[in-house]
Nanobody, 122 residues
Framework: QVQLVESGGGLVQAGGSLRLSCAAS????????MGWFRQVPGKERVFVAG????????YYADSVKGRSTISRDNAKNTVYLQMNSLLPGDTAVYYC???????????????WGQGTQVTVSS
C-alpha cells in the first residue's frame, strides 16, 4: 500500500520560510518522479515543483521560482520543498504526489498525500 505523508506546514508571516516534507512508503522511491502541488478552496490543484528520480532535474512554477527549492533523499524515501520569502498568495494546502514521469498536470500522478496547510499572514 502506497502512502505519502506530508508535514511541515503551518502559519508563518510574510517573508518567512517553511520546509515541507513528504515521506513515502510502499513504492520504489528511487524510481519515481515526485511533485508538489497546491490548492486553495474553489480552485484547481496547481503544480509547484517537481524532481526527477535522481534529482538531476528540477522544475518549478513561475510563481515560486527563485523562492523555493525541491530536493529528495532517496535513502530516506523523502522529498522536501523549502519555501523562502513567503507571500500571502502562497497560502494553500500543499500536496506531494508520485508519478512515472514529469508533468505539470495533476492527472499525471498516481499517488497523493493528504496535504498540509500553509498559511502566510501579511
Amino acid at each position: 500500500q502506497v502512502q505519502l505523508v506530508e508535514s511541515g506546514g503551518g502559519l508563518v508571516q510574510a517573508g518567512g520560510s517553511l520546509r515541507l516534507s513528504c515521506a513515502a512508503s510502499g513504492l520504489t522511491f528511487s524510481n519515481i518522479y515526485m511533485g508538489w502541488f497546491r490548492q486553495v478552496p474553489g480552485k484547481e490543484r496547481v503544480f509547484v515543483a517537481g524532481i526527477s528520480y535522481s534529482a538531476f532535474r528540477t522544475y518549478y512554477a513561475d510563481s515560486v521560482k527563485g523562492r523555493s527549492t525541491i530536493s529528495r533523499d532517496n535513502a530516506k524515501n523523502t522529498v522536501y520543498l523549502q519555501m523562502n520569502s513567503l507571500l500571502p498568495g502562497d497560502t494553500a494546502v500543499y500536496y506531494c504526489a508520485a508519478g512515472r514521469y514529469n508533468t505539470y498536470n495533476p492527472n499525471g500522478y498516481d499517488y497523493w498525500g493528504q496535504g498540509t496547510q500553509v498559511t502566510v499572514s501579511s
